[in-house]
């Protein structure tokens, strides 16, 4: 499926996209991880049921391969593997934001290209890591990978090092006011929510929608900014979802109660990143191993597992049951 809104920049390229809502790209857009068995081979079996166990749950989009899915340590072909199999299983019932991030400009066009043609709704990435580039080149870059998938809306990706480039609100708005095809943003830098407001300033109706990430940490003040959604991982996205809603309708006091209830757990996740992630959804019957690959992930001890038990005991009233 391919969800691609018209472009409506004043001093941008004009195209032919026409008859596509304005915004398909608001709410929770959830990550899923990549699943590996315990051997450390792709998972597709569990990695189906993930995106299953994401549309059920209500999420408004997904997210994929992107850090929270361990990009880095996927290979290329495992890459476009997993991209692939997300856009099918999602099978056009939620949008699909493929992450096109690589060490390269050419690794990114690879992606990207990938992405294309598989159906995804769009692309996300960031600069080149492992030697960040300066401000031009990161022009260039985004400029390469919009002209890749003329056609489909890019997402920045501003987001912390050493993996991301953080960039300065007004790199971000130029790109944004200047290139065809950028139109999103994805903030998680220090003091996100204050560059979500001056990125917004200066690129004016050119930025078409801006998400938080961080596990949707600051996702209240985001929403009063402005923020179109967020994009957390997925172990718990029913609970995101009723956050969202709540704000969607207007019950602020609702949405942060539910906010308060969920955070002890993500500030949890803060620490233990994929090790969480992989463990609840094992938890919670979607995938079948909490194996990860990523270098000093570590395991979680008895300790660790009683500590998920009570965020768990808590959460349970914001925790939908999903038939996967």
Not at 231 to 237: D, G, K, N, T
Not at 251 to 262: G, P
Not at 284 to 300: E, F, K, N, Q, W
Request: charged content about 20%.
């Amino acid at each position: 499926m391919q969800i691609v809104p018209a472009d409506n920049h004043a001093n941008k390229q004009a195209d032919t996209r026409n008859g596509v809502p304005p915004q398909p790209f608001r709410g929770v857009f959830a990550i899923p991880p990549t699943p590996f068995d315990d051997a450390g081979n792709l998972d597709i079996p569990s990695l189906r049921r993930c995106v299953d166990f994401c549309v059920g749950a209500g999420a408004h989009g997904l997210v994929a391969p992107v850090n929270a899915s361990e990009s880095i340590v996927l290979t290329d072909a495992e890459r476009l593997q997993v991209a692939a199999i997300i856009v099918e299983q999602a099978a056009g019932r939620i949008p699909v934001v493929v992450g096109v991030s690589g060490v390269s400009t050419a690794a990114s066009i690879l992606y990207a290209r990938h992405a294309t043609s598989i159906g995804a709704s769009a692309v996300i990435a960031m600069p080149p890591y492992v030697r960040h580039p300066p401000a031009d080149e990161i022009y260039d870059f985004y400029r390469a990978v919009a002209q890749t998938v003329a056609g489909l809306p890019v997402w920045i990706q501003d987001y912390v090092a050493p993996i991301g480039t953080p960039m300065a609100p007004s790199l971000l708005a130029r790109m944004l006011r200047e290139i065809p095809g950028v139109d999103y943003l994805k903030e998680e830098t220090l003091l996100a929510p204050q560059v979500m407001t001056q990125v917004q300033a200066m690129a004016g109706t050119h930025l078409r929608g801006t998400m938080g990430g961080m596990a949707g940490r600051f996702l209240l003040e985001e929403y009063r900014r402005g923020a179109c959604g967020t994009m957390p991982a997925c172990e718990v996205v029913d609970a995101h979802v009723l956050v969202w809603e709540a704000l969607e309708r207007g019950d602020a006091a609702a949405a942060r109660r539910l906010h308060t209830t969920l955070l002890p757990l993500l500030n949890y996740e803060a620490m233990y990143s994929f090790t969480v992630y992989k463990e609840i959804l094992v938890r919670r019957g979607v995938i079948s191993s909490a194996r990860t690959r990523v270098p000093g992930a570590g395991l979680l001890d008895a300790e660790n597992q009683r500590e998920i038990d009570l965020l768990l005991r808590d959460l349970e009233p914001l925790l939908r049951v999903v038939s996967i």
